[in-house]
Nanobody, 126 residues
C-alpha cells in the first residue's frame, strides 16, 4: 500500500509560521505531482497548493497566495509547505496527496488525488 506521510503540524499563534513536510516513496515523486489539501470538521476537503513533478509549476488557492509556499526536493522525496502569516481560519487537518496528471485545464479538485497521506493537524490560536 502506497503511503504518504505528513509531518510538521502543531499549535501556533496567529501571525506565526509552520512548515509541513510530505514524504513518499521514490516512484511517487517520479510519477505524480504533489498537492496539499485541508479539511475542517463538517466541511469538504479543499485544495491548498500543488507542485508539478518538475517543480517548475505551482498552483495555490487564493486564500493562501502570498502566505504559503510549496516546494519539492526530489532527491529527498519530500514536498514542503511553508506556511507564514497564519490565521485562525487556517486551522485544519492538512493532507498531502499524489495527484494524477492534469487533463485539459488545470483543476485542484480532490478527485485528481491518487494517494493520500494520513494528515497532520494545524491549529492556529488567536
Amino acid at each position: 500500500q502506497v503511503q504518504l506521510a505528513e509531518s510538521g503540524g502543531g499549535l501556533v499563534q496567529a501571525g506565526g509560521s509552520l512548515r509541513l513536510s510530505c514524504a513518499a516513496p521514490g516512484f511517487i515523486f517520479s510519477t505524480y505531482s504533489i498537492g496539499w489539501f485541508r479539511q475542517t470538521p463538517g466541511k469538504a476537503r479543499e485544495f491548498v497548493a500543488e507542485i508539478m513533478r518538475s517543480g517548475g509549476s505551482t498552483y495555490y488557492a487564493d486564500f493562501v497566495k502570498g502566505r504559503f509556499t510549496i516546494s519539492r526536493d526530489n532527491a529527498k522525496n519530500t514536498v514542503l509547505l511553508q506556511m507564514n502569516s497564519l490565521k485562525r481560519e487556517d486551522t485544519a487537518v492538512y493532507y498531502c496527496a499524489a495527484m494524477n496528471a492534469v487533463v485539459g485545464i488545470w483543476s485542484g479538485a480532490s478527485s485528481r488525488a491518487r494517494y493520500w497521506g494520513q494528515g497532520t493537524q494545524v491549529t492556529v490560536s488567536s
